[in-house]
């Protein structure tokens, strides 16, 4: 199965949960984005390393990256390869004694040992063009919309596609299409204001929807 190279794009305080954060993953050689929602510990395991901040004692990842250093286990590289019902599994690539390893593993904690490792974060295409979203050429200038402007996860969360049951509620033709022209058009909004987080929770509400026609 086909490997998209990613990198980290940011992370940036969640709206859900307090604690949680959207960590964004971009292609290195495309326009999508697959946002992550990890706990704030992951958050701060991976900001640390990026801004190289060291503390006084070893955190859980550092203390991983000290043990397979010790025991001579290289990690080659990091794979998110599957998504399960809105959750992202991973795999750590290891190579130990010439023989490969692969160890499952939460995207949050992958990520924050390839950060140590210094090791390329892929993501199967399969994933990405599930959970993937893309941005336009212009979106990275986009200015930020105003507060009358921006979009609220409530209003996602309270908005018609969304169902309660596993058995989708029936819905017009007529009405299906009005709710997939105005989340298309609070998506796009998102994308605007760099609200991944947001934007990722209307992409499974358009997809929703679109299975639902």
């Known amino acids: 199965m086909e490997k ?8 940036s305080s969640s709206h859900s949960p307090i604690g949680h954060f959207a960590l964004v993953l971009g292609e290195t050689e ?3 984005r697959l ?4 706990g704030g510990a992951e958050a701060q395991a991976i900001g640390f390393e990026l801004e190289n901040i060291k503390t006084n004692r070893p955190m ?11 025991f001579d286990i290289d990690l080659l590289e990091i794979v998110i390869n599957d998504l399960h019902e809105g959750i992202f599994f991973a795999k750590l690539i290891l190579e ?9 593993s939460r995207p949050s904690d992958a990520v924050a040992i390839a950060v140590r490792f210094k090791v390329p974060i892929y993501a199967f295409e399969s994933v990405l063009d599930e959970a993937g ?21 409530a209003e ?6 969304v169902e309660t049951e596993d058995e989708p509620t029936s ?19 998102a994308l605007n204001q760099e609200n991944y987080e947001l934007a990722a929770k209307l992409r499974d509400q358009i997809s929703k929807l679109k299975g639902e026609g």
């Open 4 to 11: 998209i190279h990613l990198e980290i794009i940011g992370l």
């Open 30 to 32: 495309g326009n999508r």
């Open 35 to 38: 946002p992550i929602i990890i």
């Open 60 to 70: 859980t990842h550092d203390l991983i990256f000290n043990l397979s250093r010790h």
């Open 96 to 104: 130990h004694n010439g023989e490969i390893h692969e160890i499952d």
């Open 133 to 153: 979203i893309i941005i336009d050429q212009d979106d990275d200038d986009a200015e930020y919309a105003d507060d009358e402007g921006e979009f609220s996860l």
């Open 156 to 161: 996602v969360e309270k908005s018609d596609p």
């Open 171 to 189: 819905t017009s033709t007529s009405k299906s299409t009005n709710d997939l022209s105005k989340l298309n058009k609070m998506l796009e909004d």
